[in-house]
């Protein structure tokens, strides 16, 4: 079972629309429990990054998720800001992340002719990878946002 983490920070509704279309199994956390019983994590978010941050550690899901991804090996998917929230820092509220993946949250620079906040669709390249298994190279993807994630390590890049 994906067990999404509600955190009252995201869209949910998106997330639990998509699973019950595909027939995947899910559930919305509600205690610590449910970040036991779980086989894999989706960690959705539409919202600033230092508020994610809050509202996750006001439920002490931050622990949680860093347990169940680092000790117990469980995957994360994170969604938006549930993505950036992966990373260790962002620019955007100054505020420090879940560190699980090395790297800081900038934000994009408008003196490149790039309109910002980005949304349109873009064809997106990746290399061969579990998570886009099924996915053609340059497949289109939806994007909105004003900052993006620039990890220490290329080879967390897909």
């Given at each position: 079972?994906?067990?999404?983490?509600?955190?009252?920070?995201?869209?949910?509704?998106?997330?639990?629309?998509?699973?019950?279309?595909?027939?995947?199994?899910?559930?919305?956390?509600?205690?610590?429990?449910?970040?036991?019983?779980?086989?894999?994590?989706?960690?959705?978010?539409?919202?600033?990054?230092?508020?994610?941050?809050?509202?996750?550690?006001?439920?002490?899901?931050?622990?949680?998720?860093?347990?169940?991804?680092?000790?117990?090996?469980?995957?994360?998917?994170?969604?938006?800001?549930?993505?950036?929230?992966?990373?260790?820092?962002s620019e955007e509220g100054n505020s420090n992340g879940l560190n699980l993946i090395q790297g800081t949250i900038k934000k994009m620079d408008t003196?490149?002719?790039?309109?910002?906040?980005?949304?349109?669709?873009?064809?997106?390249?990746?290399?061969?990878?579990?998570?886009?298994?099924?996915?053609?190279?340059?497949?289109?993807?939806?994007?909105?946002?004003?900052?993006?994630?620039?990890?220490?390590?290329?080879?967390?890049?897909?």
């Amino acid at each position: 079972m994906i067990l999404i983490i509600n955190y009252q920070a995201s869209n949910l509704n998106s997330i639990i629309n998509i699973l019950k279309r595909l027939g995947i199994k899910y559930k919305l956390s509600e205690n610590d429990k449910d970040f036991e019983e779980c086989e894999k994590l989706i960690l959705p978010g539409v919202s600033n990054f230092a508020y994610c941050m809050k509202k996750l550690m006001s439920k002490n899901y931050d622990k949680l998720i860093k347990q169940q991804v680092i000790e117990n090996k469980k995957k994360i998917l994170g969604i938006c800001s549930g993505m950036q929230v992966l990373g260790t820092y962002s620019e955007e509220g100054n505020s420090n992340g879940l560190n699980l993946i090395q790297g800081t949250i900038k934000k994009m620079d408008t003196k490149k002719n790039i309109k910002v906040p980005h949304i349109g669709w873009n064809k997106v390249n990746f290399k061969k990878n579990e998570l886009m298994e099924g996915i053609e190279d340059s497949s289109r993807f939806y994007f909105c946002h004003s900052y993006y994630f620039l990890p220490k390590n290329n080879n967390d890049i897909i």
